[in-house]
């Protein structure tokens, strides 16, 4: 999903025509890199940027029209520090146009997954600046079952928690984490998750001991009052209506972001993991 308008085609050009191109193997071999040093993540992405070259529309937006395991991969690494989308939608755009599958890993590697911490952060900031850094990954929902941002199988949902109070078409309309498909809303005691039928995403997650929000290394999330979005988060957070809204990026992109919505008292009782349109 993207909230994005769509720019004049002059504009276009004349942006890309300032940038500089991305840098092929002068003679390729079809689908063949030399990942041997590359991130996993920054490889999937070099596969994605790849993907491209195979879409039907060339423009800034072609990552937009990738496959959805490909363009997961993208939101996967957006969340890490240092990641450029400029860079990789140019990437992508470059790919389209040449129809070519063949990307200079390392150069792609050192102008889109490059991570980078800005050095002259000075010591009064150095824990805000770290915290603006923090990837919450996962929700731990009643302490039975972890599932990640990018969901998990139908099928072990319920094998943990069993067919759901109620079932109902999707909501979202347009914010919804699938393109296509049976979408539905599944709700439970706790939590509400969206599915087409084979991968569940949560949606939304009432906080209690047992049930909290988890970052990649797997300790707790700790916001416990309004307050603490602040405190932890900083410029990521905003008021957005009645809740706290904390992007999901590092680099505060809100194409997707996590609602938190406080009691009378300040305290948290729940999160919203919220998709942009």
Partial sequence: MSNKAA???A???AGLSSAKSPTLHDAPTQGSHDTADLDPFCQDLVNAAAECSEVATCDEFASMYISATSRSAVVAMSKKPGYSEKEFDRYCEYACKNRSR???DQQFSKDVCKKSVPAHASSDDGAKSANAFLDIASFNIDGKLVIPEDGIS??????????????????YECGSAFDEGDIYLYSYPDFTAETDGKTVIVRTMDIHPQSFMALADGKALDVHTRDDVERIFGSRAEKFGDHDRVS??????LESAYLFNFDEKG???SVKFWIGC
């Fill in 154 to 171: 139908l099928e072990r949902l319920l094998s943990v928690f069993g067919q759901p109070q109620k079932k109902e078409p999707t909501p």
């Fill in 248 to 253: 999901d990026h590092p680099d505060g992109n």
């Fill in 11 to 13: 504009e276009m050009q």
């Fill in 102 to 104: 063949d990307i200079d």
């Fill in 267 to 269: 305290n948290l009782i």
């Fill in 7 to 9: 720019k004049p085609e």
